[in-house]
């Protein structure tokens, strides 16, 4: 069983940075893509940034310049920094991850519980 965690949601405000993280557990015998995604009240999911086993990233439109994923692979862990927030950034955001467990020949794709970034108008 493999679970995705995340943590460092919370209350902002415009300008403000927040640093989000996820953390895969368990049976795990490697880890492909991780990404965040995130979805704003009554709008569909939207892809924020990906990072690759290599470490190379692609971004949304929207966050590019801002927005910042990075991961560790020793502690399989990949986080996403957040800069100059916007209240449009408001949104429940959910780890993603492609995992191949120990056990399987192929690799499946794993979801967080998801935390909320809010605005503090």
Known sequence: QVQLVESGGGLVQSGESLRLSCVASG???EIYNMAWYRRAPGQGRELVAIINEAGV???G???KGRFTISRDNAKNTVSLQMNSLKPEDTATYYCSA???PSG???ALDYWGQG????FNS
Do not use: G, P, W
């Not at 935390?115 to 809010?118: I, S």
């Open 98 to 100: 492609r995992v191949r």
């Open 104 to 106: 399987l020949r192929f």
């Open 57 to 59: 990233t692609n971004y």
């Open 27 to 29: 049976s795990i015998l």
């Open 61 to 63: 439109d929207s966050v």
């Open 115 to 118: 935390t909320q970034v809010t």
